[in-house]
């Protein structure tokens, strides 16, 4: 939510509904990117169906819940790898 696209983001959550949902969500994924994604519980917790959380979280993400899941794992690898304190394999297990 740093980068520009999440400055749009934010810009875009004040204007809509959907987009406030969809703006839990994400801070949902990046709490706990460890977690399994099941977009039933997503859904009912911002009371969207799953075929909406998927076409308004990419419409607002550019991804799907699935790819920025991915993405912040990946994000939280390259941060541990970077941070001198886990190797390669152990960055990679553990997310």
């Known amino acids: 939510m740093q980068d520009e696209q999440g400055q749009s983001m934010k810009q875009f959550c004040v204007a809509g509904s959907h987009a406030e949902r969809i703006a839990d969500v994400v801070k949902w994924i990046e709490r706990d990117f460890n977690e399994p994604l099941q977009i039933s519980k997503l859904s009912a ?12 979280f990419k419409e607002i993400t550019a991804m799907s819940p699935l790819q920025f899941q991915k993405q912040v794992r990946l994000q939280e690898a ?10 390669a394999a152990d960055a990679g297990f553990g997310l």
């Open 45 to 56: 917790a911002v009371n969207m169906s799953p075929s909406s959380l998927h076409h308004h």
């Open 78 to 87: 390259r941060r541990l790898l970077l941070s001198g304190d886990t190797e």
